[in-house]
């Protein structure tokens, strides 16, 4: 780069080399108080240490990340933000413990990318061969925490955490709305050469429409996981998978298309297992499931408990009882936090009622007051 384009004449604003300077400057002083802040992460951590708290505090975390939101004045997006503070916490928190997180895998699954996002970079990956597995790492204690997802916002629930979430001891800690973008990808990126199409049968489902449309001369199959389809397309020229760009990225494959699920606002719901209950953090919700007597309003009273003390009831699901057929039990979510007195007395009320109930945790709103 010439003097020239380096320098501008005075009256036309600071210098390149100015500009840099003043970089360099901050650079530092962000560097310092990152330290600074670590070094008091550090001394918290010592005290939760002998006073036998928690090393992740979600509700705490929450509220440092929607302060810092709530401050922000630009130029940098609310999201820029978010990501920012995840993996400063994320670091910091490192210092106490790097925690244990389970998820299916392999890595680079839409799985692997929602315990990222909860938890930042700084945390020891756990990719598992299956739901089941995730749940029993945390029971065994080989992991401390699990992402695991529970519905989408075009094909439902997925039946086989709901399965698992009736018998597990484990209670639900946090949950992450992590927005689907599938790409179509290949070794060479070129549409002709596409045989056949593997992905999860959930990404399968929500690209139907896409596949059917562009290629419907092409076989579909379903895989375990995303990842494990990005893998058979590296592997194979004939092979397209559905799955996220950083599997793609990750395996070396090429996008053929972008975005081709159906529903463009496709959106992923995630569910952080643990073993200890959490505290309030003024935005919550509930998840629970109780069954009732096959009996004609029994279940319409059961919901009326709720209404009665105003509380919203934002998902109802049934499954059935694996022992009795044509018997099910309701998988509800409602707002509030179980601590909460109204929630209490309308549980109370319910496990008076109910045949079986069963509280699986009261945790923050995934989506964001702040943002």
């Known amino acids: 780069m010439s003097s020239r384009t380096a320098r501008k004449p005075s009256g036309e604003g600071p210098s390149l080399e100015i500009l840099r300077a003043r970089m360099d400057e901050i650079n530092l002083k962000i560097l310092r108080l990152i330290s600074a802040r670590a070094s008091v992460a550090t001394e918290i951590g010592r005290l939760k240490h002998l006073e036998g708290g928690e090393v992740y505090q979600p509700v705490r975390e929450r509220a440092i990340i929607e302060k810092m939101i709530a401050e922000n004045e630009g130029p940098l997006t609310n999201d820029q933000v978010k990501r920012i503070y995840v993996e400063i916490i ?8 790097e925690p244990r997180v389970a998820f299916l895998g392999p890595e680079h699954t839409y799985s692997h990318e929602a315990a990222r996002m909860r938890f930042g970079s700084s945390i020891q990956l756990m990719p598992l061969e299956s739901f089941a597995a995730v749940f029993q790492a945390i029971e065994n204690g080989r992991a401390d925490f699990g992402v695991v997802p529970v519905e989408n ?8 955490t709901l399965d698992l979430l009736i018998d597990t001891a484990l209670v639900i800690i946090g949950e992450v709305l992590l927005p689907i973008r599938h790409s179509l990808m290949s070794l060479s990126g070129d549409a002709g050469a596409v045989r056949r199409i593997v992905s999860h049968q959930q990404s399968l489902a929500q690209c139907r429409g896409y596949i059917s449309a562009n290629f419907p001369h092409c076989e579909t199959e379903a895989v ?22 950083a599997a793609g990225e990750a395996y070396g494959l090429k996008t053929i298309a972008s975005n081709v699920q159906d529903v463009a606002a496709n959106t992923t719901r995630f569910l952080v297992m643990g073993t200890r209950p959490i505290e309030k953090s003024g935005r919550d919700k509930t998840t629970l499931l109780f069954a009732v007597a096959d009996r004609v309003g029994t279940l319409n009273q059961a919901l009326n408990l709720f209404a009665r003390n105003a509380i919203n009831i934002s998902k109802i699901e049934s499954r059935p009882l694996r022992a009795r057929p044509w018997e099910y039990l309701f998988f509800v979510d409602v707002m509030g936090h179980r601590d909460d007195p109204k929630l209490a007395r309308a549980l109370k009320s319910l496990s008076s009622k109910a045949l079986f109930l069963k509280v699986l945790g009261s945790y923050p709103e995934g989506r964001s007051a702040a943002a």
């Open 224 to 245: 375990a996981s995303n990842a494990l389809a990005a893998q058979r397309a590296a592997a194979d020229g004939t092979i397209a998978a559905i799955a996220s760009k």
């Open 90 to 97: 994320s670091a910091c928190r490192a210092l106490e413990h």
């Open 153 to 160: 916002s075009t094909e439902g629930s997925i039946n086989l």
